[in-house]
T-cell receptor, first 109, second 115 residues
Framework: AQRVTQPEKLLSVFKGAPVELKCNYS??????LFWYVQYSRQRLQLLLR??SRESIKGFTADLNKGETSFHLKKPFAQEEDSAMYYC???????????FGEGTQLTVNP | AAGVIQSPRHLIKEKRETATLKCYPI?????VYWYQQGPGQDPQFLIS???????DKGSIPDRFSAQQFSDYHSELNMSSLELGDSALYFC??????????????FGPGTRLLVL
């Protein structure tokens, strides 16, 4: 069965510092990977999807099939990046999302 | 742009009562998903519908049922509520198409508290 692991429940950095939120997955096929963000008291919002290879709000994520990872990176963190981040996997044969446990990012001034 | 709408936003019920959660997808979206997020947990997939037919089923208890109506809105019916059903219930919608990767857009959630 597919599984998504985010090893860090909490991550705290200072403003302007680089940040990396780790995500590892296990899935026998070719998955689609996503990063969702949940700001305080707001809904889950799509941040990135690996298929698009885009940069949103300065965040990037590269799918590394060899390491089965999809880490989220930003070179210079901002206070407004403080939120809960979820890595999610979608199987090629279905539509359901399997989420990781989430990482609460806090960017300190 | 219109987003996914869920109602009610908050619901308080007692054990053994029933609850109905509603989800209104983004216009023209044909697929609806339900997720349950317990306190401090990640969202868990419950069930999904495509074009009014059940398309996938996850860890949804037998006490729960859901359907998608002709206007594409969906309802999650929960009976014989238990304390452990207290959670945030998310609905998401997507458009299954061939041009763009399918992306799920989430509603604000319904927070259910069972006393």
């Amino acid at each position: 069965a597919q599984r998504v692991t985010q090893p860090e429940k909490l991550l705290s950095v200072f403003k302007g510092a680089p940040v990396e939120l780790k995500c590892n997955y296990s899935y026998s096929g070719s998955p689609e990977l996503f990063w969702y963000v949940q700001y305080s008291r707001q809904r889950l919002q799509l941040l990135l999807r690996h298929i698009s290879r885009e940069s949103i709000k300065g965040f990037t994520a590269d799918l590394n099939k060899g390491e089965t990872s999809f880490h989220l990176k930003k070179p210079f963190a901002q206070e407004e990046d403080s939120a809960m981040y979820y890595c999610a996997l979608k199987e090629t044969s279905g539509s359901r999302l399997t989420f990781g446990e989430g990482t609460q990012l806090t960017v300190n001034p | 742009a219109a987003g996914v709408i869920q109602s009610p936003r908050h619901l308080i019920k007692e054990k053994r009562e029933t609850a109905t959660l509603k989800c209104y997808p983004i216009p023209r979206h044909d697929t609806v998903y339900w997720y349950q997020q317990g306190p401090g947990q990640d969202p868990q997939f419950l069930i999904s519908f495509y074009e009014k037919m059940q398309s996938d089923k996850g860890s949804i208890p037998d006490r729960f049922s859901a359907q998608q109506f002709s206007d594409y809105h969906s309802e999650l019916n929960m009976s014989s509520l238990e304390l452990g059903d207290s959670a945030l219930y998310f609905c998401a919608s997507s458009l299954v198409g061939i041009r763009e990767p399918e992306t799920q857009y989430f509603g604000p959630g319904t927070r259910l508290l069972v006393l």
